[in-house]
């Protein structure tokens, strides 16, 4: 059984979830939910099962431009 950084085991579960996911009867968020369950952290479980680690989030948003509201008013 592999050893965590704080070099305790890895929970047996863990690699239970694995596996099953590797086989296909578990979904990547299902995966990760039940790992982290666990204890373990996003990335370290996606390393377990050898899944790249998910894209960065998308920068800051560029600030400015125009809005444009249109309203109708009726007498």
Do not use: D, W
Request: with cysteine; charged share 15%; net charge positive.
């Amino acid at each position: 059984m592999k050893n965590t950084i704080n070099g305790k085991p890895l929970h047996p579960a863990a690699m239970s979830y694995a596996n099953e996911f590797k086989a296909g009867t578990l979904s990547r968020r299902e995966f990760l939910g039940r790992a982290t369950a666990l204890g373990m952290t996003s990335a370290a479980a996606l390393s377990l099962v050898g899944v790249a680690t998910p894209a960065k989030a998308q920068g800051a948003i560029k600030m400015g431009g125009h809005c444009v509201f249109s309203k109708t008013f009726s007498r």
